[in-house]
T-cell receptor, first 113, second 114 residues
Framework: KQEVTQIPAALSVPEGENLVLNCSFT??????LQWFRQDPGKGLTSLLL?????REQTSGRLNASLDKSSGRSTLYIAASQPGDSATYLC????????????FGIGTKLQVIP | SAVISQKPSRDICQRGTSLTIQCQVD?????MFWYRQQPGQSLTLIAT?????????ESGFVIDKFPISRPNLTFSTLTVSNMSPEDSSIYLC???????????FGSGTRLTVV
């Protein structure tokens, strides 16, 4: 059974700092990996999707990497802003016909002005 | 990517009552997914809804408690029946419009049962 772990569980940083969020998974036979942002009590907003054949994706200040062999993904946020404060979720999408998605619990980020 | 309209955004309900959550997608999709996110927990898949057939429920979830409708390729409802405080969660719907393009989620329904 696929397990997804996100470290740290919570992170508080001053505005302007660069930071890295980590996601690890136990089954390397993944199809895709997707990073989401969730504001309190709200739905999920997709940030980046990395396909299994890719090693990284970039969007603005965000960069996500994927290392299937080691079962790891990182989300790098450059020049953090107070508006980045949210919970960041990693979702691993398994290969093999019916696609099942396993989520981590998330990293709660607070960016202090 | 798709845009999903999910209603209601939040509700406070009395125990023993039922709440129906709606999701409208701006694209036709084969499968729609319903998730539950309990406080401090990750998302758990409740069921997969296909148009024209019975929903497929995950282990631990039953149709009597979480009946689902899927009348067409753009709309689905999830009902939380005979609610108890343990049903207090965020409920989310999700779709994958194109294979390999990732999943899109609705804005969530924050349910509190008192």
């Amino acid at each position: 059974k696929q397990e997804v772990t996100q470290i740290p569980a919570a992170l508080s940083v001053p505005e302007g700092e660069n930071l890295v969020l980590n996601c690890s998974f136990t089954d390397s036979a993944i199809y895709n990996l997707q990073w989401f942002r969730q504001d309190p009590g709200k739905g999920l907003t997709s940030l980046l999707l990395i396909q299994s054949s890719q090693r990284e994706q970039t969007s603005g200040r965000l960069n996500a990497s994927l290392d299937k062999s080691s079962g790891r993904s990182t989300l790098y946020i450059a020049a953090s802003q107070p508006g980045d404060s949210a919970t960041y979720l990693c979702a691993v999408i398994l290969s093999g016909g019916y696609q099942k998605v396993t989520f981590g619990i998330g990293t709660k980020l607070q960016v202090i002005p | 990517s798709a845009v999903i309209s999910q209603k209601p955004s939040r509700d406070i309900c009395q125990r023993g009552t039922s709440l129906t959550i709606q999701c409208q997608v701006d694209s036709q999709v084969t499968m729609m997914f319903w998730y539950r996110q309990q406080p401090g927990q990750s998302l758990t898949l409740i069921a997969t809804a296909n148009q024209g057939s019975e929903a497929t429920y995950e282990s631990g979830f039953v149709i009597d408690k979480f009946p689902i409708s899927r009348p067409n390729l753009t709309f689905s409802t999830l009902t939380v029946s005979n609610m108890s405080p343990e049903d207090s969660s965020i409920y989310l719907c999700s779709v994958e419009v194109y294979t390999n393009y990732g999943y899109t989620f609705g804005s969530g329904t924050r349910l509190t049962v008192v």
